[in-house]
Structures are given as structure tokens and as C-alpha cells.
């Protein structure tokens, strides 16, 4: 009897170790918008050596489907912070609102602009994606399926931000569990399509 308790407890333990980045569903109090939030967003980082060693700045990228009333959308959140206090340095801070950005996967780079209404156009009044800093700045993208879909099958082997004169900070794989978005693809019933 109590072996068989003990098989009960593992397989619910086993259950649960496969959903440990299961996402998040929430009603937005003020939008009245369903917003399913992937459970941990990927983390990018680009080095700052000439500053201090073990000195970089980050991105969070995650994903989040809205419902309205049965019209579902998917938006790519970016958030920008650091581990840096240039506040002392004279050197300007990262963190301004990202505005476009790249995406590189074995050659292939996907470019997306934010829209305009950032997270309040997602139907999002509280801030996603922003632990572990207090100092942040977001910016939203909208993404199709076909977009949502290269991210679905592996996570970008670098993500860029891409300067008005057209150069890029290049930001590569930090913290990166491809688990959140099959988990997350998983709870919202997305068909990905093979290429």
C-alpha cells in the first residue's frame, strides 16, 4: 500500500516537472483583455567589458497571446535592463525604449518595428517580462503565425537591436529554456507548422 503511494506521488511529481513552465492566463482588470503570458521569458545579453568585468546589459523576450472576445493575437515583448549604473560613468544608458530589432537564426534574420501603443495596445496595464530589475524600458510587437512559428521551433541565435544609423547591438542566448514556448504553443493550442 505505501508503495503504491509512493508510485502515486512520483508520477504527479513527474506530471508536474513537465509543466514547470506552464504559462500564465489572466484577465486584464482595465482592458478586459485574456492574456496568456509565456511562463518565463528568454533571456539575451550583450557584454560590457570596457565598463567592469562581468558587466552586461539584457533582454527579456517573451510571448503572450490576447483573446478579445475570440479574436486572438501573438505580441513579442522585449524588455531592456541592466546590471550597469552608468549614472557615475558619463556613458548613456541602454535603456531606452528598444525600437527595431533582429532576429537571427542560422542566417535567416527577421526584423520587426513596435507598434506605437506598447503594452496598452497589447490589453496590458501592468508591466510583462520585467524581473529582476526595478529599471527597465519595453517595447511590443505584433507577430503573425508565420512569425510566431520561428520562434516556436527554436529560439534566435542572437537578437539585435537595431540603431537609427543601422548598426546592431548584438545580444546573445543568456538564460534560454526552449520548454517556455512548447509549453506555451501547448496551452494555447497553436498548429505549427514544419518547414
Known amino acids: 500500500m505505501r508503495?503504491?503511494?509512493?508510485?502515486?506521488?512520483?508520477?504527479?511529481?513527474?506530471?508536474?516537472?513537465?509543466?514547470?513552465?506552464?504559462?500564465?492566463?489572466?484577465?486584464?482588470?482595465?482592458?478586459?483583455?485574456?492574456?496568456?503570458?509565456m511562463a518565463q521569458p528568454w533571456v539575451y545579453s550583450h557584454d560590457v567589458p570596457m565598463l567592469a568585468a562581468n558587466a552586461r546589459d539584457y533582454l527579456n523576450v517573451g510571448v503572450v497571446e490576447t483573446n478579445?472576445?475570440?479574436?486572438?493575437?501573438?505580441?513579442?515583448?522585449?524588455?531592456?535592463?541592466?546590471?550597469?549604473?552608468?549614472?557615475?560613468?558619463?556613458?548613456p544608458a541602454?535603456?531606452?525604449?528598444?525600437?527595431?530589432?533582429?532576429?537571427?537564426w542560422d542566417g535567416t534574420?527577421?526584423?520587426l518595428q513596435p507598434v506605437a501603443g506598447g503594452r496598452t495596445e497589447v490589453g496590458a496595464h501592468k508591466a510583462i517580462f520585467t524581473a529582476p530589475q526595478s529599471a527597465y524600458a519595453d517595447a511590443w510587437y505584433r507577430l503573425s503565425e508565420a512569425q510566431l512559428a520561428s520562434f516556436?521551433?527554436?529560439?534566435?541565435?542572437?537578437?539585435?537591436?537595431?540603431?537609427?544609423?543601422?548598426?546592431?547591438?548584438?545580444?546573445?542566448?543568456?538564460q534560454v529554456d526552449p520548454r517556455a514556448m512548447s509549453q506555451f504553443v501547448e496551452a494555447t493550442g497553436i498548429t505549427i507548422a514544419r518547414p
Open 94 to 104: 541602454p535603456l531606452a525604449k528598444p525600437g527595431r530589432v533582429a532576429f537571427e
Open 152 to 174: 516556436a521551433r527554436s529560439p534566435p541565435a542572437s537578437v539585435s537591436l537595431v540603431l537609427d544609423d543601422g548598426s546592431r547591438i548584438r545580444h546573445l542566448p543568456w
Open 3 to 37: 508503495a503504491a503511494a509512493v508510485l502515486v506521488a512520483l508520477a504527479a511529481a513527474a506530471g508536474c516537472a513537465e509543466r514547470d513552465l506552464w504559462p500564465v492566463e489572466k484577465l486584464d482588470p482595465k482592458s478586459a483583455v485574456n492574456l496568456t503570458i
Open 68 to 91: 478579445r472576445a475570440g479574436s486572438r493575437e501573438y505580441w513579442l515583448g522585449i524588455v531592456a535592463w541592466s546590471t550597469i549604473d552608468r549614472s557615475g560613468l558619463g556613458v
Open 109 to 111: 534574420i527577421l526584423e
